[in-house]
Protein backbone atom coordinates (compact mmCIF):
# COMPACT_ATOMS: atom_id res chain seq x y z
CA UNK A 1 0.00 0.00 0.00
CA UNK A 2 1.17 3.49 -0.91
CA UNK A 3 1.43 6.16 2.66
CA UNK A 4 2.45 9.71 2.24
CA UNK A 5 5.04 10.60 4.03
CA UNK A 6 5.80 14.18 5.53
CA UNK A 7 9.04 15.27 7.11
CA UNK A 8 8.86 18.61 9.48
CA UNK A 9 11.52 20.81 10.66
CA UNK A 10 14.91 19.67 10.73
CA UNK A 11 13.79 16.22 9.34
CA UNK A 12 12.47 17.90 6.42
CA UNK A 13 15.85 20.01 5.92
CA UNK A 14 17.57 16.43 5.77
CA UNK A 15 14.96 14.75 3.56
CA UNK A 16 12.96 17.29 1.60
CA UNK A 17 9.13 17.51 2.74
CA UNK A 18 7.45 14.82 1.42
CA UNK A 19 7.67 11.11 -0.14
CA UNK A 20 5.48 8.48 -1.33
CA UNK A 21 6.62 5.11 0.77
CA UNK A 22 5.15 1.23 -0.23
CA UNK A 23 3.96 -0.69 2.92
CA UNK A 24 2.91 -4.16 3.21
CA UNK A 25 -1.06 -4.76 4.06
CA UNK A 26 -1.21 -4.21 7.76
CA UNK A 27 2.32 -2.44 8.29
CA UNK A 28 2.77 0.01 11.64
CA UNK A 29 4.14 3.29 11.84
CA UNK A 30 7.38 1.26 13.66
CA UNK A 31 8.01 -1.23 10.66
CA UNK A 32 7.28 1.64 8.19
CA UNK A 33 10.36 3.92 10.40
CA UNK A 34 12.34 0.52 9.92
CA UNK A 35 11.84 0.24 6.37
CA UNK A 36 12.97 3.98 6.04
CA UNK A 37 16.09 3.33 8.31
CA UNK A 38 16.96 0.24 5.84
CA UNK A 39 17.40 2.78 2.73
CA UNK A 40 20.43 3.91 4.40
CA UNK A 41 21.81 7.73 4.75
CA UNK A 42 20.07 10.29 5.10
CA UNK A 43 17.06 8.07 6.03
CA UNK A 44 19.12 6.22 8.63
CA UNK A 45 20.96 9.56 10.17
CA UNK A 46 17.90 11.34 10.82
CA UNK A 47 15.09 8.20 11.63
CA UNK A 48 17.46 6.27 13.82
CA UNK A 49 16.13 4.66 16.94
CA UNK A 50 17.59 6.42 19.97
CA UNK A 51 16.61 9.58 18.05
CA UNK A 52 13.81 11.68 19.16
CA UNK A 53 11.64 11.91 16.45
CA UNK A 54 7.40 11.83 16.99
CA UNK A 55 4.75 10.78 14.97
CA UNK A 56 1.11 11.56 13.42
CA UNK A 57 -0.74 9.04 11.08
CA UNK A 58 -3.52 11.65 9.53
CA UNK A 59 -2.97 14.53 11.90
CA UNK A 60 -2.99 12.74 15.18
CA UNK A 61 0.07 12.37 17.52
CA UNK A 62 0.21 8.34 17.55
CA UNK A 63 2.53 5.41 18.58
CA UNK A 64 4.62 3.13 16.41
CA UNK A 65 2.50 0.55 17.17
CA UNK A 66 -0.50 2.35 15.49
CA UNK A 67 -1.21 0.72 11.86
CA UNK A 68 -1.06 1.94 8.73
CA UNK A 69 -3.76 2.07 6.09
CA UNK A 70 -4.00 2.71 2.07
CA UNK A 71 -3.43 6.44 1.39
CA UNK A 72 -2.19 7.67 4.80
CA UNK A 73 -0.64 10.58 6.03
CA UNK A 74 2.29 9.99 8.29
CA UNK A 75 4.31 12.88 9.86
CA UNK A 76 7.72 12.40 11.36
CA UNK A 77 9.01 15.29 13.46
CA UNK A 78 11.27 16.52 16.60
CA UNK A 79 9.81 17.00 19.37
CA UNK A 80 8.81 20.44 20.21
CA UNK A 81 9.41 22.83 23.30
CA UNK A 82 7.47 25.54 24.43
CA UNK A 83 8.72 28.71 25.92
Do not use: N, W
Not at 46 to 67: F, I, K, N
Amino acid sequence: MKIQVRYFASLREALGASEIAEAAEGSTVGQLRDALIARGAPHADVLARGRAVRTAVDQVLCSESTPLREGAELAFFPPVTGG
